[in-house]
């Protein structure tokens, strides 16, 4: 399955952005599937998964209340909505997707990466 990002790009503190994920097969609509993020000098962490139907969904503590994962399978598409962004935000975000209907929190929970869409928040 190959994943793509789009929906980076510069915005100001307290604006919004909404990342999109396609995926290449429509099995993708039956895998777990999340959000990661790495900014420079830092390691990639984990942000926010959903589960293959949606009917569940877990955020870090960082993002909870500001930003909203969800899933269009009909599109084999993944969202992140980010409002309320801050300078702290600022990474290269990753869609990643696992075959199963769970999701995980760990980088080696999940089979499938994006390339990555660069998110920048000016203060």
């Known amino acids: 399955v190959q994943l793509v990002e789009s929906g980076g790009g510069l915005v100001q503190a307290g604006g919004s952005l909404r990342l999109s994920c396609s995926a290449s097969?429509?099995?993708?609509?039956?895998?777990?599937a999340g959000w990661f993020r790495q900014a420079p000098g830092r390691e990639r962490e984990f942000v926010a998964a959903?589960?293959?139907?949606?009917?569940?969904?877990y955020y870090a503590t960082s993002v909870e209340g500001r930003f909203t994962i969800s899933r269009d399978n009909a599109k084999n598409t993944v969202y992140l909505q980010m409002n309320s962004l801050k300078p702290e935000d600022t990474a290269v975000y990753y869609c990643?997707?696992?075959?199963?209907?769970?999701?995980?929190?760990?980088?080696?929970?999940?089979?499938?990466w994006g390339q990555g869409t660069q998110v920048t928040v000016s203060s």
């Open positions: 990643a997707g696992r075959a199963g209907s769970y999701y995980g929190t760990q980088n080696s929970d999940y089979e499938y």
């Open positions: 097969r429509r099995t993708f609509s039956s895998y777990a």
């Open positions: 959903i589960t293959w139907n949606g009917g569940s969904t």
